[in-house]
């Protein structure tokens, strides 16, 4: 289980978190929702440690992640995949998944993990040697999913994944998503401006606001309450 | 026309000596986008050091291969001192700490060694090669120079293309913050490369050396040789090096040769403004690729 | 916007922080150029022929720090070549002066011309290049523009080089305290001339294209000619400073204008603050006094011969090196720094005011090369560029 507690993050003056609490839970997708600017891009950089918070925790199955380097934060099995899918375009689709296993596995593991890998997603296989700068949107955002999952990590952060992709696209990956988490032991963070499609395939859902939580509740109870909705959700 | 023939034949080996030195500034600007101007001077520093291992008796090889293992030191050493510190602030910032690296080793050469031209004893015999009856501008050192410039380029692109840590520094040069995120310690991997291009630039130090008047600035010229190759090589990759070291080095030694050695440098200058206005992105650089 | 009168009494410090030039910045520039003028007059006649000719050396350097600091500083491009720049208007000068019986003032102007042309010059390929490869560029022109000179040594009298000579001064005043006065006043002129430079739209272009090159080209910037405006203007202003460096040694030959120069020109500039003009005269300080420095520091540390002739080289890299690292903002920035808080302190005002809250505490309000005038951010590693992410 991921804890947070008591995180506040700040950019000079500029406070961008504060005193945010959250818990996500094995075998689960947990939605982080919420404006644009509400800190939720500045959540899942903390917890990967590209941030450091000037006070609060971050745990991981009881183990403390905060202070520590992002490279030893990525060893503890916390996968990210960030904010506009972060995929490498100077190197090729297989290049980019080798990377994600690269720092944990050996050579014949790897193989068996990459080729899993691209049993799940078959269009990128077909791609495998092309620069990464030729895939399409959607490919690309499979490509960042696929090379966080290579390493067979214990928590995936994934930050806005269905932004610039078509609804269709965007539909078939969530239902990934929760096909993957569903019964396995994975915890999944899902950070979502389109807070409809996350709340359809997540079961928390936290909802900040100006860097506070506001809400954090079972998603279909958050999904449920329309004055929510409206106010911090936009639909 | 033997002129012609002896000028060119000149002119590879130069541009092989101009490659090597463009290969280090070229590793260096691929993993951290800093053009190390103290390159020449570091390798100056090293080349030095042999020299006074080779006044107390050491072989030539064994001395040869320490000033190589010092400059991999010295390389790994500025980065972690110097460079590292100022991660995240504006480019411009390293780049004027290794100007003044350059010149405080260039100082200190100086009062250590002296500022008088000495000679630096070559590898192999630098009388030209004979082809029959006639004898060309090229000696069995020249030969030397270009297979071990080849020797580390075909290296260097073995170890980006083919191996697991070429991978992680391609990545860490195009990529840093998402590189730390696939558990890739960008911090060691720059600290690598810059020990890398520093054995580079020692290589091009002890080749130069015994051909021209070494003294503590004898390698000026070469780091604006070399930068020139690398900026119209494309400042991406070791072939881009290696080409541009040779068009700069026929350049330069045409100049040379047929109108006076004190306008080399203006010819390189030449050379590269040409370059820039013709090809600005230089010979190799791929479609994607940076725009410098 | 309702304050009421005890809100801005309560903000507003003490008088004696309150006093200071007024508002208008050309009158302001004006002002401070007139009392510093006045200053250094009366300056000049206290000091001995010896040391006149060293303020004005001081001066002389101060106009070539300030031209590089507007093009570093604020047009962030770095440049390796002003010591040939300044040889360009050198040279110049020279010239007229061996082979033309032109007045004094035409020959100062010809050589800021010729060294601002060689700017331009240089400047339109240098528009292809960022930061370091333009510094790069630059190098070759600082180590190859003087080999010129000597291969066509019979025009540019080679090694021996050409004589100028001193300029008359009416009446009986001093030859040495005109020539510091005409070096004083080229300084002030070039300062104020600058200041008013950065205040206006082509200083704001300059650094806007400094910040952001797409941004500004989208907000209408024609970046490449910014870029070669600030090289021409910092060209010019170190030709004008090789034309009384030439003045002043009474010969200009190639011995003057070595590498080292463009180098501590650029030690000096970042150690009085790269984008600073004030800051300039801390630099030029070193510059002429550097030497002497070492010498006595090498003496009574008794480092011997061999490393007293290279320790004022070693110094200058050491200052490129701390400064760097340490304060990148330079003297002048680390000042602006301390008066900042100095202030904050005594006017006694509990909350930081706005602009304050968009610098980092350590950084001074002028954004200069070692700071970075975002609002807030974590420090990204400068990857290539920018990072290659998609979408």
């Known amino acids: ?235 | ?292 | 916007m309702s304050e009421t009168a005890s809100e801005t009494a309560a903000q507003r410090p003490a008088w004696w922080l309150r006093a200071r030039f007024p508002e208008q910045p050309m009158l302001r520039h004006l002002s401070f150029v007139v009392l510093a003028g006045v200053g250094f007059y009366l300056l000049t006649s206290a000091l001995s022929q010896y040391d006149n000719f060293r303020l004005g050396e001081i001066a002389l350097y101060v106009t070539a720090l300030a031209g590089l600091s507007v093009l570093t500083g604020a047009n962030g491009q770095l440049s390796l070549g002003h010591g040939a720049l300044m040889a360009v208007g050198a040279y110049t000068t020279a010239l007229l002066m061996n082979h033309s019986h032109l007045n004094l003032v035409v020959e100062i102007l010809a050589a800021i011309g010729a060294s601002a042309v060689m700017g331009i010059v240089v400047g339109i390929p240098a528009t292809r290049l960022k930061g370091p490869y333009l510094a790069g560029m630059t190098l070759i022109l600082a180590v190859g523009l003087p080999l010129l000179a000597d291969k066509y040594s019979s025009v540019f009298g080679g090694d021996q080089g050409l004589t100028t000579t001193q300029p008359s001064a009416p009446g009986s005043i001093n030859p040495q305290e005109w020539l510091t006065w005409i070096e004083i006043a080229g300084a002030l002129v070039t300062m104020l001339l600058l200041a008013n430079l950065l205040r206006s739209r082509f200083g704001r272009a300059f650094r806007a294209v400094r910040d952001d090159e797409i941004a500004a080209s989208l907000s209408g910037i024609h970046v490449a000619r910014t870029k070669v405006i600030a090289f021409a203007v910092s060209a010019g202003c170190a030709g004008l400073a090789g034309a009384f460096l030439g003045i002043s040694t009474g010969v200009v030959n190639t011995g003057e204008f070595p590498l080292s120069l463009s180098i501590g020109i650029l030690a000096g500039m970042v150690l009085g603050g790269a984008g600073s003009l004030m800051g300039m005269w801390w630099g030029a300080v070193a510059l002429v006094y550097l030497p002497d420095w070492a010498t006595s520091i090498s003496k009574s540390f008794n480092l011997g011969n061999g490393v007293s002739a290279y320790l004022a080289t070693i110094i200058y890299g050491l200052v490129l090196i701390v400064v760097m690292m340490l304060a990148p903002s330079g003297i002048q920035g680390g000042l602006r720094l301390g008066a900042t808080k100095l202030r904050t302190l005594l006017s006694g005002s509990g909350g930081a005011n706005v602009t304050a809250q968009f610098q980092k505490p350590e950084e001074p309000v002028m954004a200069t090369i070692g700071s970075r005038g975002t609002a807030g951010g974590d420090k990204r590693e400068p990857g290539p560029g920018s990072e290659r992410t998609d979408s």
């Not at chain 1, 199955?61 to 996968?79: F, N, Q, S, W």
């Not at chain 2, 101009?18 to 101007?37: D, E, G, H, K």
């Not at chain 2, 083919?162 to 840093?176: D, I, V, Y």
């Not at chain 2, 000026?220 to 119209?232: Q, R, S, W």
């Open chain 1, 1 to 235: 289980m991921l804890e947070v507690e008591g995180l506040s993050v700040s950019y000079g003056a500029i406070r961008a978190l504060e005193d945010v609490a959250l818990r996500a839970e094995k075998g689960m997708i947990t939605a982080v929702l919420g404006a644009n600017g509400a800190g939720k891009t500045t959540l899942l950089r903390t917890i990967t440690g590209l941030v450091k918070p000037t006070s609060g925790t971050v745990t991981l199955d009881g183990e403390k992640l905060t202070g520590m380097a992002v490279e030893d934060i990525v060893r503890h099995g916390v996968a990210h995949v960030p904010e506009g899918r972060g995929v490498i375009q100077e190197i090729t689709v297989d290049e980019n998944l080798r990377l994600g296993a690269l720092w944990c596995m050996g050579r014949s593991e790897r193989r068996v993990a990459m080729e899993e890998i691209y049993e799940l997603f078959p269009l990128l296989s077909e791609r495998r040697h092309k620069h990464a700068s030729t895939l399409s949107g959607g490919e690309r955002q499979m490509l960042a999913i696929g090379r966080a999952l290579v390493s067979r990590p214990r928590v995936m952060l994934l930050d806005e994944p269905s932004l610039g992709l078509a609804p269709i696209v965007t539909a078939q990956l969530m239902s990934m998503l929760r096909d993957r988490t569903h019964g396995s032991d994975i915890t999944v963070v899902l950070v979502e401006q389109n807070a409809r499609s996350a709340l359809s395939v997540a079961q928390r859902a936290v909802v900040l606001n100006l860097g506070k939580v506001v809400v954090a509740d079972d998603a279909a109870a958050v999904a449920a309450d329309s004055d929510l909705r409206h106010h911090y959700l936009g639909f």
């Open chain 2, 1 to 292: 026309m033997s002129l012609f023939v002896n000028v060119t034949l000149n002119g590879v080996a130069n541009g092989m000596v101009f490659a090597a030195m463009a290969l280090a500034l070229v590793f260096i600007f691929r993993a951290t986008s800093i053009v190390n101007f103290a390159q020449g001077a570091m390798a100056m520093f090293t080349t030095f050091i042999a020299f006074s291992l080779l006044d107390r008796g050491l072989g030539y090889w064994e001395a040869f291969a320490a000033a190589l293992a010092i400059g991999l030191v010295l390389g790994a050493v500025v980065e972690r001192i110097l460079i590292r510190p100022l991660r995240g602030k504006p480019e411009i910032n390293p780049v004027i700490v290794t100007i003044g690296l350059l010149i405080v080793l260039e100082g200190m050469a100086g009062s250590i060694w002296g500022n008088s031209a000495r000679g630096f004893p070559p590898a192999f015999s630098q009388t030209g090669l004979k082809f029959g009856h006639t004898k060309v501008a090229f000696s069995h050192f020249d030969v030397f120079i270009l297979g071990s410039v080849l020797a580390i380029m075909v290296a260097t692109m073995a170890l980006f293309r083919w191996t697991n840590l070429g991978l992680r520094m391609r990545a860490s040069a195009f990529a840093p913050e998402v590189a730390r995120l696939l558990g890739v310690r960008v911090g060691r991997i720059l600290t690598l490369g810059w020990a890398l291009a520093a054995v580079a630039g020692s290589l091009a130090g002890l080749l130069v050396a015994p051909t021209s008047s070494f003294s503590p600035y004898y390698m000026d010229l070469n780091l604006v040789f070399g930068f020139t190759a690398a900026v119209i090589g494309g400042l991406e990759s070791p072939a881009g090096a290696l080409v541009g070291g040779l068009i700069t080095g026929l350049c330069v030694s045409y100049v040379g040769g047929y109108l006076g050695s004190s306008l080399q440098p203006l010819g390189a200058l030449a050379l590269l403004m040409v370059a820039l206005m013709a090809r600005p992105q230089g010979i190799f650089a791929r479609p994607e690729a940076r725009r410098v």
